[in-house]
């Protein structure tokens, strides 16, 4: 039987974390990470977890209404989305609300996650503050052979306006991969994956 390699490990979780967007639960007692091209990463230890929330914040130069667009283009999500495959969009509900499918390529020998993703966002008429939250609906499609669905995943994500074409932006995620990877090893490499993403929003929006 072959050994799984960490590196193989590092990059796995390093791509599901980052496959979809943050949550609003009782989180403290985070460590900065990461720290690169503007862009912060923590890792929070999580209230009735054994899974760590992460957390990242950075400036991004751009508007509200562009990352709409972006966000709403699920086809487009494999060219910024870490190693996000075949993202493709379920059911409109609304402008603002849709589900959504994608799965994450994982190194060999480790199998793909997949995920079903209820995608809403919502924008304060007062302060323009855009909210999004991500929630996973695992039972919403039949399993896929030789994939592991992801069974629990909340995100949520801000980006205040800081002037017309500067927003400020506050991420964190909480994701159970399912499987067979140990939460403690989920936790020592949860960072990476939303730092490539997010740098390859900031490249492909600036």
Known sequence: MKTISTKTIIIWIAVLILSMPEITIAQKDCDLKKEKDGIKVYSCLTENSEFKTVKAEFILNATID??????????????WHYRSVNPRLLKKISDMELIYYTQVSAPWPINN??????LNLSVDEITKVLTITLECIPEYLP??????????LYSKMTFTPINESKLKVDYSIHVDPGGQIPAWIANMFSTQGPYETFKNLKDRLE
């Open 113 to 118: 996650r997949d995920l079903i993703l209820r």
């Open 66 to 79: 562009q990352y709409i667009n972006t966000v709403l283009d699920v086809a487009s999500y494999g060219e």
């Open 143 to 152: 399993a896929t052979e030789n994939v592991v669905r992801v069974p629990k």
